[in-house]
Structures are given as structure tokens and as C-alpha cells.
């Protein structure tokens, strides 16, 4: 993940060159992506529901199998909480769920 300054005083959230930028701008139903350890995997997933936070109707959710998966350093929870809050999302922990001026949402649950 990269930042980059706007024209606003936020700076916004953008896809690494290369393989993340590609994912993050591919038009697709379903999508098989990988990599080793660190190579941004967690962050293009964190990134993609943003192309849709101001559709009132829209509804994310993130699974992963363990609860810590999610909130534990370096989990997807941590991955959002860099991101999100420029984008004006209010966050609920005890829901894990991201609230955007729009109407549209974003959770994360585990399956455990």
C-alpha cells in the first residue's frame, strides 16, 4: 500500500505498482490471489470495498478462521484501521464494522 497526497488535506490509499495494482483494478467476480508473507495481500482485501463506500446499499464482510486472524497485529482490523479513517469511517469495535458517511458498511467475523 502506497499514499499519496490529494487535492483535499486526506491523503489517499492506493494500490502498490505491480501485482496489487492490477488486482485492485481487475473487474471481476472472483479472484485468486497470492503471494509470500508481507507481500500485500491483506492490504489490496482492506482496499477493494473503497471503490464502493458511497453506494448507501453496499455491505462488505471479511471472514478469516480465527478471531486473532482478524484483530491481532497485523490482522485485517489493523490493515483497516490505517486505511479507513481517511475516508471518514467510523469505527465499531464491538461489531467489527466500519460505518461510512454513505450508509455503507464494512465487517470482518471470524469462523471460529
Do not use: C
Amino acid at each position: 500500500m502506497t499514499k499519496k497526497k490529494s487535492k483535499t488535506k486526506y491523503a489517499t490509499t492506493a494500490p502498490q505498482k505491480g501485482k496489487q495494482r492490477l488486482a485492485f483494478t481487475t473487474k471481476v467476480d472472483f479472484m485468486i490471489y497470492g503471494g509470500a508473507r508481507g507481500a500485500g495481500k491483506s492490504e489490496l482485501l482492506a482496499m477493494r470495498p473503497l471503490e464502493f463506500i458511497n453506494d448507501p446499499s453496499f455491505s462488505g464482510m471479511f471472514f478469516r478462521r480465527q478471531y486473532a486472524e482478524l484483530t491481532g497485529a497485523g490482522g485485517l482490523w489493523d490493515k483497516s484501521k490505517k486505511m479507513y479513517p481517511e475516508f471518514k469511517a467510523k469505527m465499531n469495535i464491538s461489531n467489527l464494522r466500519w460505518d461510512f458517511n454513505s450508509g455503507a458498511q464494512v465487517r470482518m467475523s471470524h469462523m471460529h
